[in-house]
């Protein structure tokens, strides 16, 4: 522990190695049980279980780093600046399906019903098909299926999600006056909130798979809807667990009132899974 | 310029043998490790290079089944890219870079360690298909459904290792950005950056920009194959060509992303050798920021034949043309920065001259390219294959092993051997030629890319390709020997080493010691 200059560089860390063995166990896993391999599934979930070691192992090295001082103004900025750009290519990666939900909606499905110079690709592969949004293409992939409402479970999964923009935010206000319980309480309603949120979520996939027939096969309307609530969905959990990491750090007396950045990039984390869920609202059940 | 003190130069404490570059946080190690990985990968894509070369000495099936040569220039493509020339910059990053705005390391010394771990495992991934049942991937690296989706057990090990290497690269490109952002020494203010900062910089952008779309797109990929989504299925209400756009709304930064920061390279080597301050900084920054923008609104040019409407054809083509603007401001500063200096011809000028007008060329014929009724006629001909080779080898590589004769005194401090420097550089120039010039001439004749055979009209100008590319080949050992032979000793290198060098990495001692600027040092 190198402390003789201003700032702070780690001098080796076993985790990052063992980070990349994880990754590549969870890759070679699940590319070997998709091509059948019986033993596949099992080095995916060691390799889940090695990421997860190893997150506990680095993570805790950085918290307990941070509570001994070790950290500066510096170090803390070079932290809210990697979870900034960080937060900035997820947002990429979203943007890539939305992308795609827009090229499918504006683009690909009026082509196919003959718009533009593709009269004769109407005529000649797909004559009965009119272009419309929802549509599962012209091969009804899938067979029928019912459209997922806007209204009811997605309305109310919107209010929990923006509830919870606002909890977290009277927890960080409250963590700034170093009213420790409120933030705590506040804490808590809000990763509660996440997990009511997945919960739903679930429970919404379960009926449309069982009582709308709609299925992540059902043409492009059911690759665009399980694609981008399910990476979306995946976002919220994971934020939830960050979400209960730091509630507990809270219960456990860590951050004070001036020095807490790992709830700082939480809370971003959080407004950002918000505010993907916004988008995907009005251009997924919505419009 | 500046003044840096630097204390304290005493040697890690931390693990010794393997276990140190296992678990090494320091930013020297770390750009060690990224550029003999590199290294490595490029005589693996080079090796793949010969075999496409030899398959096309002359017309006829001869050495390999077409099979096995589509998966040559898919592999080859995979490799040069993410593990060769990528790896490579991030290599000279993590070398340069703290040096450069006096750092004593990167701002997030773990996760540089893990950004590199990262990649020998992508890179296992990858490589281990040449074993699988059916092969390496073998639908070009552009990965194009719904042929892709023909790849046999081979597809999900393609795309866990594009998930992986884009992982290591968005960690590296967010290491880059606060290192630049959060780290500079006082007094080193945006504009006084060098030049190789501020490329990378902007190309670290561009990383984080682009590299998650490819992972969708991928993913994308995935799913259509194995849990029966339609995004690239037409029957479903998706389109193929819909894949197309999102890749190449990576794809077309992502050339960016090879260029820039060797044109940072080259704006470093130049003024040393010509013992002149660059001509027209400011300009060759808001060059470089004006080319990363025009980067994200000219992607469709790579798809002109796929039927798009005619205005979508019209604006990227005139979007495209403008991006010779910019660029023509760096050559030409380049070339003014020359204008009645001291020039002397050592190796990493010679490869940086050498890039200047070859790299041209490759820009050029991508001129030619962007005129959309022209492109229809050049399209997935040898024309292309000999522009982007223009801009990639002579370009970046070129800019690379500039790059690497220029500050190996720094990292071995000692003088690499300039004979043999002199002669890699010559040899290579010359069959770097020889190889891809008279591709445009097949190309521009009708040849068609990426095939095993070829009408016998194109024999005699293959011929000489092959020749040329052998020679390149041999050649580039070396280039390796040298690097060897430098790190084991040699002449001793002075901190400054070139006479005509200005910058903080030339105010540290030649080797740089284990840490550097712990104080930082003041720039005035």
């Known amino acids: 522990m190198d402390q003789t200059h201003g700032y702070y560089v780690p001098h080796s860390s076993n985790w990052p190695f063992v980070g990349a063995i994880g990754l590549f166990l969870l890759m070679f896993g699940v590319s070997t049980a998709l091509n059948g391999a019986g033993f596949g599934s099992w080095v995916a979930w060691i390799g889940v279980a090695v990421v997860l070691f190893m997150m506990v192992g680095w993570f805790g090295n950085v918290i307990s780093e941070s509570e001994a001082g070790m950290y500066n103004l510096a170090e803390d900025r070079s932290f809210r600046m990697g979870m900034t750009w960080f937060i900035i290519s997820e947002v990429m990666f979203f943007a890539a399906f939305f992308g795609a939900l827009f090229y499918a909606r504006q683009m690909a499905i009026p082509w196919l019903g003959g718009e533009g110079n593709n009269f004769f690709t109407h005529l000649f592969l797909y004559p009965e098909f009119s272009a419309e949004w929802p549509t599962n293409g012209p091969n009804a992939l899938g067979g029928d299926y019912q459209v997922m409402a806007a209204t009811g479970l997605p309305l109310i999964n919107t209010l929990i999600l923006l509830t919870s923009g606002v909890t977290i935010t009277i927890a960080h206000h409250a963590l700034k006056e170093n009213n420790r319980s409120l933030t705590a309480w506040m804490l808590f309603a809000t990763l509660s909130l996440g997990f009511i949120f997945v919960g739903l979520q679930a429970y919404e996939y379960y009926h449309a798979y069982h009582a709308m027939n709609l299925k992540l096969s059902t043409g492009i309307y059911g690759s665009t809807f399980f694609m981008l609530t399910g990476f979306h969905g995946m976002h919220v959990t994971l934020g939830a667990i960050m979400l209960t990491v730091i509630w507990i750090r809270v219960l456990k007396g860590h951050f004070t009132p001036s020095h807490h950045f790992a709830f700082e990039g939480v809370a971003w984390y959080w407004h950002f899974v918000d505010v993907v869920w916004l988008g995907l609202y009005i251009f997924v059940y919505w419009l | ?524």
């Not at chain 2, 790190?487 to 080493?497: E, L, W």
């Open chain 2, 1 to 524: 310029m500046s003044t840096a003190t630097t204390t304290h130069g005493h040697e890690d404490h931390g693990p010794t043998g393997i276990r140190r570059w296992l678990t090494t946080t320091n930013h020297k190690d770390i750009g060690t490790m990224y550029l003999v990985f590199s290294l490595l990968m490029f005589f693996v894509g080079g090796a793949m290079a010969m075999v496409i070369r030899a398959e096309l000495f002359q017309p006829g099936l001869q050495l390999v089944d077409p099979g096995f040569f589509n998966q040559m220039t898919t592999m080859h493509a995979l490799v040069m890219i993410f593990g060769a020339v990528m790896p490579a910059f991030v290599g000279l990053a993590n070398w340069m870079v703290p040096l450069m705005v006096g750092a004593p390391d990167m701002a997030l010394p773990r996760l540089n360690n893990w950004s590199f771990w990262i990649l020998p495992f992508a890179f296992t991934l990858l490589l281990s298909t040449l074993f699988l049942p059916g092969g390496a991937p073998a639908g070009g690296w552009t990965m194009y459904p719904p042929l892709v989706l023909q790849t046999g057990n081979a597809f999900p090990f393609l795309i866990f290792s594009v998930h992986l290497m884009g992982i290591s690269s968005i960690m590296g490109a967010i290491n880059i950005i606060v290192t630049i952002m959060n780290m500079r020494a006082p007094g080193m203010t945006l504009l006084k950056m060098p030049l190789f900062v501020w490329t990378w910089l902007i190309t670290a952008y561009l990383l984080i920009l682009v590299m998650p779309v490819l992972a969708g797109a991928v993913t994308m990929l995935l799913t259509d194959k194995y849990f029966g989504t339609s995004f690239f299925l037409a029957a479903g209400g998706g389109d193929p060509v819909m894949f197309q756009h999102i890749f190449w709304f990576f794809g077309h930064p992502e050339v960016y992303i090879m260029i820039l920061p060797a044109f940072g390279i080259i704006s470093e080597i130049i003024p040393t050798f010509s013992r002149k301050p660059l001509f027209g900084y400011s300009s060759m920054v808001y060059a470089t920021a004006s080319i990363a923008f025009l980067s994200f609104i000219v992607w469709a040019h790579h798809m002109f034949t796929v039927g798009m409407p005619l205005a979508g054809q019209l604006f990227f083509m005139f979007a495209t043309m403008l991006i010779a603007v910019p660029t023509g401001v760096k050559v030409f500063n380049w070339v003014a920065t020359m204008w009645k200096g001291a020039m002397t011809f050592e190796t990493p000028m010679l490869f940086a001259l050498a890039f200047v007008f070859l790299f041209t060329i490759g820009g050029f014929s991508g001129l030619m390219l962007a005129i959309v009724p022209a492109d229809v006629q050049y399209h997935d001909s040898y024309f292309v294959v000999a522009h982007f080779h223009y801009v990639l080898v002579p370009g970046a590589v070129f800019a690379i092993m500039a790059g690497v004769y220029y500050w190996l005194p720094k990292w071995t401090g000692y003088m690499y051997d300039e004979k043999m420097g002199k002669l890699h550089f010559w040899i290579s120039a010359i069959s770097v030629n020889l190889t891809f010039f008279p591709m445009h001439f097949v190309g521009l004749a009708g040849m068609p890319r990426r095939i095993p055979d070829y009408a016998t009209q194109f024999a005699d100008f293959n011929m000489i390709a092959s020749v040329g590319a052998f020679v390149f080949g041999v050649s580039q050992l070396l280039f390796a020997w040298n690097i060897y032979k430098c790190a084991r000793g040699g002449k001793k290198a002075t901190a400054q080493v070139w006479e005509g060098a200005q910058g903080l990495e030339w105010t540290v001692p030649s080797p740089a010691p284990h840490h550097t600027f712990d104080t930082p040092p003041v720039v005035k």
